[in-house]
């Protein structure tokens, strides 16, 4: 079992700058994508950005060229770093991490508000 614990959010005018971090309960062994989603109220959550254990990125068309996620050291931390925030990414913003190559089992944080006000 692995806990996901994620810090770093709150509240920012637009244009400005957050980073979330997140941090696994345990190293993490073997292939791996680790990365963050957002939700936001009568939506479906959406994948925001991963990375796996191999260092490829993913990201989702709308936080292009704004946000970068990059892991540490350790191979069980992740960060984002959101540059030029929008009011359109408020949201609820969890962690998450599956095992791969099976995409089981899953696990997610227990979420961080992201407010931007414009």
């Known amino acids: 079992q692995v806990q996901l614990v994620e810090s770093g959010g709150g509240l920012v005018q637009a244009g400005g700058s957050l980073r979330l971090s997140c941090a696994a309960s345990r190293s993490i062994f073997g292939m791996y994508r680790m990365g963050w989603y957002r939700q936001t109220p009568g939506k479906q959550r959406e994948l925001v950005a991963h990375?796996?254990?191999?260092?490829?990125?993913n990201y989702a068309d709308s936080v292009k060229g704004r946000f970068t996620i990059s892991r540490g050291n350790a191979r069980n931390t992740v960060y984002l770093q959101m540059n030029s925030l929008e009011p359109e990414d408020t949201a609820v913003y969890y962690c998450c991490l599956v095992l791969l190559p099976s995409g089981s089992p899953t696990y997610w944080g227990q979420g961080t508000q992201v407010t931007v006000s414009s």
């Open positions: 990375i796996t254990s191999g260092g490829v990125t």
